[in-house]
């Protein structure tokens, strides 16, 4: 299995700002997700983050407004990029290890 | 993407068993059947898969129809900390084979009553 760590594990940032969250395995991985968790909802897709290659972004999201990096195997970062309170959620780190997936804390964001 | 449709919400008494329901008359071929739950506060958990058979784990049960256009995950014994939300997900084929990524729907709200 893999152990995730994000960090941070919750923030309140003003509209406008962006704000970058860090994923951290355990071990190497080769397939990294980022979901979105907004309030009462399921979880939402937004992009797949593998290393060596520009992330894929799901329908609805843009790289401008998400940039996501991928430096290594162990680690990836998602932005929010120019905040408004509509991008308040959850935003939670996953990685795929043979048929399973394994999922992070999230990061609770709150924008005002 | 193939759908699932679940109901919103079910209940059940502490250590009694639960099934949970899930159709997916949409299925393909390659499709695998993946549960996973979320407890409160936490990321989603994997909790089991399969394909065509049943399949059993130390978490749950996973019974699939023959025509494989449903399936029910059972926990055997309900316990307070199995009350979570409960996603069955369609999971094709890909990537080169390994699997695809997960597309949650809205799940299954699990309430379990001392």
């Known amino acids: 299995s893999a152990v995730i760590s994000q960090k941070p594990s919750r923030d309140i940032c003003q509209r406008g700002t962006s704000l970058t969250i860090q994923c951290q395995v355990d071990?190497?991985?080769?397939?990294m997700f980022w979901y979105r968790q907004q309030p009462g909802q399921s979880l939402t897709l937004i992009a797949t983050?593998?290393?060596?290659?520009?992330?894929?972004?799901e329908s609805g999201f843009v790289i401008d407004k998400f940039p996501i990096s991928r430096p290594n195997l162990t680690f990836s970062t998602l932005t929010v990029s120019n905040m408004s309170p509509e991008d308040s959620s959850i935003y939670l780190c996953?990685?795929?290890?043979?048929?399973?997936?394994?999922f992070g804390p999230g990061t609770r964001l709150t924008v005002t | 993407d193939a759908k699932t449709t679940q109901p919103n919400s079910m209940e059940s008494n502490e250590e009694e068993p639960v099934h949970l329901p899930c159709n997916h008359s949409t299925i393909s071929g390659t499709d695998y059947i993946h549960w996973y739950r979320q407890l409160p506060s936490q990321g989603p958990e994997y909790v089991i898969h399969?394909?065509?058979s049943n399949v059993n784990n130390r978490m749950a049960s996973l019974a699939i129809a023959e025509d494989r256009k449903s399936s029910t995950l059972i926990l055997h014994r309900a316990t307070l900390r199995d009350a979570a939300v409960y996603y069955c997900i369609l999971r094709p084929r890909g990537y080169g084979g390994s699997q695809g990524n997960l597309i949650f729907g809205k799940g299954t709200k699990l309430s379990v009553k001392p």
């Open positions: 399969g394909l065509t």
């Open positions: 983050a593998n290393q060596g290659s520009e992330a894929t972004y």
């Open positions: 071990s190497q991985v080769t397939m």
């Open positions: 996953s990685v795929g290890q043979g048929t399973e997936q394994y």
